[in-house]
């Protein structure tokens, strides 16, 4: 099983809901990723994980806080959004973090929309 | 300041003939460079990679290409074909202060390949 999945696939919330973006993997993988991802742009990295810990948090405002539950699963909550966080939220992971020679494989990623 | 440039944002190509994607990074410390593909709707897909340390990989129909002294590397796609019709990212990694690497992509801004039957 070499798939990162992604759930929900489109989500559209208003400035003062609470959401939560879901990420799997059953690879093994220790290092998990959040990315952000706005159109004609490359993906932004977000927040690593790495062995179910924080290990890099991007100057990410307080209104994204990730979790990660366990060595499968990578979570994103999110509340009081702002309209400009419309974007594409990728999932990855790979082996380790801390390895110049291993790659991130990503999920399909969430299209969330902020109205 | 952007560290890794695709300086194309578009290349159109006849089907059966090469694709040649560029890339260009400013960051000595990279020692890891990946190229994704990645198709509307869709999580970029990892294609090929290379490391500092060889000039050439080669996968099949992708053959990428590294030029240290020009800080610079290519993506050879041969014989192009319609379904390779996406946009590709270069992306690099380095190490960090002590000889272990970040971990961190850094990515380029994508060039869109449209292949033409």
């Known amino acids: 099983d070499t798939e990162v999945t992604q759930t929900p696939k489109h989500l559209v919330m208003g400035m003062t809901n609470k959401k939560s973006l879901k990420c799997e993997q059953h690879?093994?993988?220790?290092?998990m990723y959040w990315y952000k991802q706005k159109a004609k742009k490359p993906p932004e990295l977000m927040f690593v994980y790495s062995y179910e810990k924080l290990s890099i948090n991007e100057s990410v405002p307080s209104r994204f806080s990730p979790e990660c539950p366990n060595s499968s699963l990578l979570n994103l909550h999110l509340h009081a959004l702002q309209p400009e966080d419309s974007a594409l939220y990728l999932c990855a992971s790979s082996q380790v973090q801390f390895s110049s020679y291993n790659e991130q494989f990503f999920g399909p990623g969430t299209r969330l929309t902020v109205l | 300041d952007q560290q890794v440039k695709q300086n194309s944002p578009s290349l159109s190509v006849q089907e059966g003939r090469i694709s040649i994607l560029n890339c260009d990074y400013t960051?000595?410390?990279?020692?890891?460079f990946l190229w994704y593909k990645k198709y509307p709707a869709e999580g970029p897909t990892f294609l090929i990679s290379?490391?500092?340390?060889?000039d050439k990989n080669e996968d099949g129909r992708f053959t990428v290409f590294l030029n240290k002294s020009a800080k610079h590397l290519s993506l050879h796609i041969v014989p192009s074909q319609p379904g390779d019709s996406a946009v590709y990212f270069c992306a690099a990694t380095h190490r960090a202060a002590g000889g272990t690497s970040y971990g961190k992509l850094t990515f380029g801004q994508g060039t869109i390949l449209t292949v033409h039957p």
């Open positions: 690879m093994g993988h220790r290092a």
């Open positions: 960051n000595s410390m990279f020692d890891y």
């Open positions: 290379i490391s500092s340390i060889k």
